[in-house]
């Protein structure tokens, strides 16, 4: 399975960036997908996660009521991570994670590259 992440940048403290990843090989619409982000000098820490057919959804507290994630209906292989209201302690690489299941943890099996997102103060 190969991780295709897009969809970073730029972005003014209260503004909405929305990252998008594909995933692509065999049997991916039964991975679990989720987001995760690190800046340097921390731990890579869970965002959010979707399971296969969107049945299971979670996200990280300091992410509730301003992000969203969601599968793409005529593509549920693609995932999109809606980030609204970001705050300054949002900035971080953001890296999409996929594994076998309905649900993420810190070692999911495949990875994508990182984009960054960065929101100014």
């Known amino acids: 399975v190969q991780l295709q992440a897009s969809g970073g940048g730029l972005v003014e403290a209260g503004g909405s960036l929305r990252l998008s990843c594909e995933a692509s090989?065999?049997?991916?619409?039964?991975?679990?997908m989720g987001w995760f982000r690190q800046v340097p000098g921390r731990e890579r820490e869970e965002v959010s996660c979707i399971s296969p057919g969107s049945t299971k959804i979670k996200y990280a507290d300091f992410v509730k009521g301003r992000f969203t994630i969601s599968r793409d209906n005529s593509k549920p292989t693609v995932v999109h991570l809606q980030m609204d209201s970001l705050e300054f302690e949002d900035t971080a690489a953001y890296y999409c994670?996929?594994?076998?299941?309905?649900?993420?943890?810190?070692?999911?099996?495949?990875w994508g590259q990182g984009t960054q997102v960065t929101v100014s103060s």
């Open positions: 090989g065999n049997n991916a619409d039964y991975y679990a």
């Open positions: 994670g996929a594994r076998f299941g309905a649900l993420c943890n810190a070692e999911m099996t495949y």
